[in-house]
């Protein structure tokens, strides 16, 4: 009930009856209270959600960073002066979320240039750590735990099992880039649901027999292969990349986390035969298009499906990326390069432009508030852009026939309306033309399931 009343914008009925299921049932009651927060446009604080919030960012059902907009807001609204306050709320905060939001940062400088009482210092120099400094804090020092982790994911990462050197000079490039700046910075994983993927695929009308392997092709820090093995852990899940440091990440997370059902590879996607195996679903999200000839990528991962196999792949659009050129051009024009003083002067830039230029609307994105995010989103060493038209051909190319594009719902309401609820909903030619009016209809990357033909 309470959840429905949030999904009719009914917020004044919502929170009372999701903050007394909070009271009762923590773990149960805060995915669907963080949604809501996440929604509201907080301008005050209220002390009960105040202390709903920081349940919330304690509570292990919810990802920690999916409140942290909430969190900063409630925490400006709160204290609107800079001010140094020993408060549960900030202390979680900065320990909890990664800062993505613009006022914020430049209050965290200023924080840090306080005389502050060690648990804040502590929080704060740990909030400067998982930023990756990007708003300064250097001298706050790298938390004792931090260290520990560093020099882990170093042994990890020395210790990687290996497919071989990269390929071609673009993944030499791109593994350079990802092992200075592994990406996604991520503090948190939320408990998940159990899913059956077997499940899944079947009412896909891919079934697939026995338990199934997964690949997940260019993983990063293993946030999605880590958040596999949690919804169905009879999955036997193998996470490829080019990038050792970034495998060494989930490979820590996982090892802290318990899971033992992800082997962790280090290789490029071009080598995937050299896996053994083969495997029912393939997931490669935000990757081919970082590469020299993604057609070539796609082939490899063709190759490496079990017949009947799944692919799950996500690409960026063209028309909602078209923005970036714009970033682009403000970089090559300034000559930033992607070091870390590059990233910082180009951001610093951002930062200080009036709301209506286009540009500012970077500062809305959580990938600008780190500098491995912000690099990924501004500053890559390759990217391709595509429409839907030209990726149905490439997949039709590797021999993949669409299952599904898998549209966020206010897309699929937008579809229905434009072209009644009868039209086919796999017609990448519709989804184009609704694209052109709508730019940002899925948010930056097309995400698809196909399966493999024959
Ligand atoms: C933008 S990140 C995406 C990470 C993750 N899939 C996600 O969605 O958060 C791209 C990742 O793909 C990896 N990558 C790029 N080209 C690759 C290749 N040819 N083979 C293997 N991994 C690759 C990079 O090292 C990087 O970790």
């Known amino acids: 009930m309470a959840g429905e009343a949030a999904r009719q914008g009914r917020f ?3 929170l009372p009856m999701l903050s007394r299921a909070l009271a009762l049932d923590p773990e149960g009651a805060a995915p669907a209270y963080a949604e809501l927060l996440g929604r509201l446009s907080l301008t005050g604080w209220p002390p009960q959600l105040e202390a709903d919030l920081v349940t919330c960012l304690h509570a ?3 990802d920690p960073q999916s409140l942290a907009r909430a969190a900063a807001r409630m925490l400006l609204a709160k204290y609107p002066e800079p001010v140094v306050a020993e408060d549960p709320l900030w202390t979680t905060f900065l320990t909890r979320c990664i800062n993505v939001h613009p006022a914020m940062e430049a209050r965290l400088a200023w924080l840090a240039g306080q005389v502050l009482p060690a648990g804040l210092r502590d929080a704060l120099a740990a909030q400067a750590f998982a930023s990756e400094y990007v708003w300064g804090g250097e001298a706050l020092g790298i938390p004792a735990a931090a260290a520990a982790e560093i020099a882990e994911e170093r042994r990890l990462a020395a210790e990687m099992p290996s497919l071989g050197d990269a390929g071609d000079g673009v ?5 350079a880039q990802y092992e200075a700046s592994p990406y996604p910075r991520w503090r948190a994983a939320a408990t998940r649901e159990r899913v059956s993927v077997a499940a899944h695929l079947a009412a896909l009308g891919a079934p697939q027999a026995g338990s199934v392997a997964v690949l997940v092709a260019g993983c990063g820090t293993g946030f999605e292969p880590i958040d596999l093995a949690r919804m169905d852990p009879s999955l036997a899940i193998t996470a490829l990349d080019l990038s050792a440091g970034s495998l060494a990440h989930g490979r820590r997370m996982a090892e802290v986390l318990g899971i033992d059902t992800i082997r962790f590879v280090q290789g490029d996607i071009l080598d995937a035969a050299r896996l053994d195996g083969r495997f029912g679903l ?3 999200t935000g990757v081919l298009h970082h590469m020299e000839r993604p057609a070539l990528g ?5 190759e490496v499906l079990a017949p009947g196999g799944v692919l799950r792949v996500a690409l960026y659009s063209e028309r909602a990326r078209a923005w970036i050129a714009e970033a682009h051009r403000a970089i090559a024009e300034h000559g930033w390069d992607a070091s870390p003083a590059g990233i910082r002067a180009f951001r610093a830039h951002v930062l200080a432009l009036p709301p209506e230029q286009p540009l500012a609307r970077l500062r809305e994105s959580d990938d600008f508030y780190t500098l491995s995010g912000c690099r990924d989103l501004c500053f890559h060493v390759r990217e391709h852009w595509y429409r839907l038209p030209a990726i149905g051909a490439m997949l039709a ?8 594009l898998d549209a966020p719902p206010e897309a699929r309401a937008r579809f229905a309306e434009r072209f009644g609820t009868a039209a086919d909903r796999d017609d990448l030619a519709l989804w184009d ?3 052109v009016d709508f730019p940002h209809l899925f948010a930056g990357m097309f995400h698809l399931w196909c399966r493999k033909q024959g």
């Open 433 to 435: 033309r609704l694209e």
């Open 60 to 62: 292990g059902s919810v």
């Open 12 to 14: 004044g009925q919502a």
């Open 298 to 302: 796609l082939a490899a991962l063709a």
């Open 397 to 404: 190319a590797a021999g993949f026939e669409l299952l599904m």
């Open 171 to 175: 993944s030499r490039a791109v593994r």
């Open 282 to 284: 393939v997931s490669c």
